[in-house]
């Protein structure tokens, strides 16, 4: 068996606390997708041990078809620009196809550009703000990604798609916060994620309008028994791992150092 | 009621036996879950992390920083408001029909909210003050739907702004860190919802507002551009420039302009 680059054992919280299987993500977000193989699964189920990089990924990582994320503050920031990248290459792409440009209504369409630029001032934000404090090699690269799978043409695959890119945006980021020693990045952390809460609101009440669906319980999680009034907050290599399960995007991120308290 | 003497009210030890308190709090907790009574009490006041000594570097000496229970209680006070608020607007009648769904919802992670906050306290937990929703302004929100939408949205941009100012507070305590972090972000949520019912953005432009003066402080601030000593401004022209870097950032209040607005509603 292949010595594992990291072991990613994706959970997700489901209603009663409890950990469920990747598939039960992906069923409840109604997408199909293979997965890129941007993590090597561990045959064993200890999970989160720091573990070295094979040969093949360090390989890797010289040809830049890989990056690591880093550890402690620096690591997380990279894992927020990752998903911002993401995020901002997915509406640039929505921008460009049909049902955008042809089919939208006018308040779709504001909205979308609005996600659109919103994504790009933070990915760019952190690209400047982590270049501050880290040599270009320490920084994530600009990512490869392949939306191929996607139909930008059908207007519930493209905010269903967007609607969990915002989700995943919030939890990560709400899964961050404790993370984060230095103070200053906790709060622009914070300022973020209210932006994204406010994004993931607005797609999910597009595809159902004037219903619970802008906060609904298939998102919201409990805590401590008072109801499912909470959004997640996950754990960096869960969010990882589910953006891996997406298969969009191609270079691969290692987080093996990444702060887990 | 003047605002800073309920919170200083808050330390006497005299209010602490008043009778709707503590015990109806857990009752009510404990028919969620016997699991609740167990965990909930001291194990959130202790700090949990080992960021102390970098967040205390981090501070300016000068800046007042709230200690855990006086941030879960400044929250507390909060989604009181909400939920009551919230509560009372059903009760009325005065929300249609087709928007009922959406503010039941909404209250019902404010009384949630309230209830973790509350148990989260123990000891220095605290029943739910008297509101007067009329603002000191003559306001009618329970029977004029538009102002009652208004004061719903001036209600949940105050409190994400509010929740986002405490984080700073939490950042030794790992665990109501990331529960404030989780309430925080569906007050976000509520805020776009009840924006865009008002046919506004989800998202807040500069800091303007088409609620009434009164409450402009709901958005003071919100203009700002500078996130980690960089100012984005003028640099994404072609990414909706100056309106969009305002709204990419939602901006903290302090826990001072907080009570500053939150005392318009105490009876």
């Given at each position: 068996?292949?010595?594992?680059i990291?072991?990613v054992?994706?959970?997700?919280q489901?209603?009663d606390?409890?950990?469920?299987s990747r598939?039960r993500?992906?069923?409840?977000?109604?997408?199909?997708?293979?997965?890129?193989?941007?993590?090597?699964?561990?045959?064993?189920?200890?999970?989160?041990?720091?573990?070295l990089?094979?040969a093949?990924?360090?390989?890797?990582?010289?040809?830049g078809?890989?990056f690591?994320?880093g550890?402690?503050?620096?690591a997380?920031?990279?894992?927020?620009?990752?998903?911002?990248?993401?995020?901002?290459?997915?509406?640039?792409?929505v921008?460009?196809?049909?049902?955008?440009?042809n089919?939208?209504?006018?308040?779709?369409?504001?909205?979308?550009?609005?996600?659109?630029y919103h994504?790009?001032i933070?990915?760019?934000?952190l690209k400047?703000?982590?270049?501050?404090?880290?040599?270009?090699?320490?920084?994530?690269?600009d990512l490869i990604f392949?939306?191929s799978?996607?139909?930008?043409?059908?207007?519930?695959?493209?905010l269903?798609?967007?609607?969990?890119?915002?989700?995943?945006?919030v939890?990560?980021?709400?899964?961050?916060?404790?993370?984060l020693?230095?103070?200053?990045?906790?709060?622009v952390?914070?300022?973020?994620v209210?932006v994204?809460?406010?994004?993931a609101?607005?797609?999910?009440?597009?595809?159902?309008?004037?219903?619970t669906n802008?906060?609904?319980?298939d998102?919201?999680?409990?805590?401590?028994?008072?109801?499912?009034?909470?959004?997640?907050?996950?754990?960096?290599r869960?969010?990882?791992?589910?953006?891996?399960?997406?298969g969009?995007?191609?270079?691969?991120i290692?987080a093996n150092n990444?702060?887990?308290? | 009621m003047?605002?800073?003497?309920?919170l200083d009210?808050?330390s006497?030890?005299?209010?602490?036996?008043?009778?709707?308190?503590?015990?109806n709090g857990?009752?009510?907790l404990?028919?969620?879950?016997?699991?609740l009574?167990?965990?909930s009490?001291?194990?959130a006041l202790?700090?949990?992390?080992?960021k102390?000594?970098?967040?205390?570097?981090?501070?300016?000496?000068?800046?007042?920083?709230?200690s855990?229970?006086e941030?879960?209680?400044?929250a507390?006070?909060?989604?009181?408001?909400?939920?009551d608020?919230?509560?009372?607007?059903?009760?009325?009648?005065?929300?249609p029909?087709?928007?009922?769904?959406?503010?039941?919802?909404?209250?019902?992670?404010?009384?949630?909210?309230v209830?973790?906050?509350?148990a989260?306290?123990?000891?220095?937990a605290?029943?739910a003050?008297?509101?007067?929703?009329?603002g000191?302004?003559?306001?009618d929100?329970?029977?004029?739907?538009?102002?009652?939408l208004?004061?719903?949205?001036?209600?949940e941009?105050t409190?994400?702004?509010?929740?986002?100012?405490?984080?700073?507070?939490?950042?030794?305590?790992?665990?109501?860190?990331?529960?404030?972090?989780?309430?925080?972000?569906?007050?976000?949520r509520?805020?776009?919802?009840?924006?865009?019912?008002?046919?506004?953005?989800?998202?807040?432009?500069?800091?303007?507002?088409t609620?009434?003066?009164?409450f402009?402080?709901?958005?003071?601030?919100?203009?700002?551009?500078?996130?980690?000593?960089?100012?984005l401004?003028?640099?994404?022209?072609d990414?909706?420039?100056?309106?969009?870097?305002?709204?990419?950032?939602?901006?903290?209040?302090?826990?001072?302009?907080?009570?500053?607005i939150?005392?318009?509603f105490?009876?």
């Amino acid at each position: 068996m292949k010595k594992p680059i990291i072991n990613v054992e994706f959970a997700d919280q489901g209603a009663d606390g409890k950990l469920t299987s990747r598939r039960r993500f992906l069923k409840t977000t109604g997408l199909l997708v293979a997965g890129s193989g941007l993590f090597m699964y561990s045959c064993s189920k200890d999970s989160l041990e720091e573990e070295l990089l094979t040969a093949d990924a360090a390989a890797d990582v010289r040809a830049g078809k890989a990056f690591n994320l880093g550890k402690g503050d620096l690591a997380i920031l990279n894992y927020a620009y990752v998903l911002e990248q993401l995020e901002a290459e997915y509406y640039r792409q929505v921008l460009q196809g049909d049902y955008y440009i042809n089919q939208a209504s006018t308040e779709e369409r504001q909205i979308l550009q609005d996600l659109y630029y919103h994504e790009v001032i933070h990915r760019d934000f952190l690209k400047i703000a982590i270049s501050s404090v880290a040599p270009p090699g320490k920084v994530a690269p600009d990512l490869i990604f392949d939306f191929s799978s996607v139909d930008f043409d059908d207007k519930t695959t493209v905010l269903t798609i967007a609607q969990v890119l915002e989700d995943t945006g919030v939890a990560a980021y709400n899964g961050a916060g404790n993370l984060l020693e230095n103070i200053d990045y906790l709060l622009v952390a914070g300022k973020i994620v209210s932006v994204e809460a406010r994004h993931a609101a607005a797609i999910r009440d597009l595809l159902d309008p004037g219903s619970t669906n802008f906060a609904s319980d298939d998102v919201l999680v409990d805590l401590l028994g008072t109801g499912q009034a909470y959004d997640r907050a996950t754990d960096p290599r869960d969010v990882l791992a589910a953006v891996a399960a997406t298969g969009f995007l191609e270079t691969k991120i290692i987080a093996n150092n990444v702060p887990t308290e | 009621m003047n605002i800073i003497k309920f919170l200083d009210s808050l330390s006497d030890p005299e209010l602490m036996k008043t009778p709707v308190s503590r015990r109806n709090g857990l009752k009510s907790l404990q028919q969620k879950g016997k699991e609740l009574a167990l965990v909930s009490i001291p194990f959130a006041l202790a700090a949990t992390s080992k960021k102390t000594a970098a967040a205390t570097m981090a501070m300016p000496a000068a800046m007042f920083q709230a200690s855990p229970t006086e941030v879960l209680q400044f929250a507390l006070t909060l989604e009181y408001l909400e939920r009551d608020f919230y509560q009372m607007g059903l009760d009325s009648g005065v929300i249609p029909t087709a928007d009922r769904d959406v503010f039941g919802l909404i209250r019902d992670h404010e009384r949630s909210h309230v209830d973790l906050l509350f148990a989260a306290l123990g000891d220095a937990a605290f029943a739910a003050p008297e509101f007067d929703f009329s603002g000191g302004l003559g306001l009618d929100p329970f029977n004029n739907y538009a102002q009652f939408l208004a004061l719903a949205q001036g209600f949940e941009d105050t409190g994400v702004r509010a929740y986002k100012g405490q984080a700073g507070a939490l950042i030794d305590n790992n665990t109501l860190l990331e529960y404030a972090l989780q309430i925080h972000s569906v007050e976000g949520r509520h805020a776009s919802q009840v924006r865009r019912m008002r046919g506004e953005k989800g998202w807040i432009t500069r800091n303007n507002t088409t609620l009434p003066d009164a409450f402009s402080a709901i958005y003071a601030g919100e203009q700002n551009t500078v996130q980690l000593g960089i100012d984005l401004a003028g640099r994404f022209p072609d990414f909706g420039g100056v309106d969009a870097v305002t709204e990419a950032f939602d901006e903290p209040l302090t826990m001072e302009e907080v009570n500053a607005i939150a005392s318009l509603f105490l009876a």
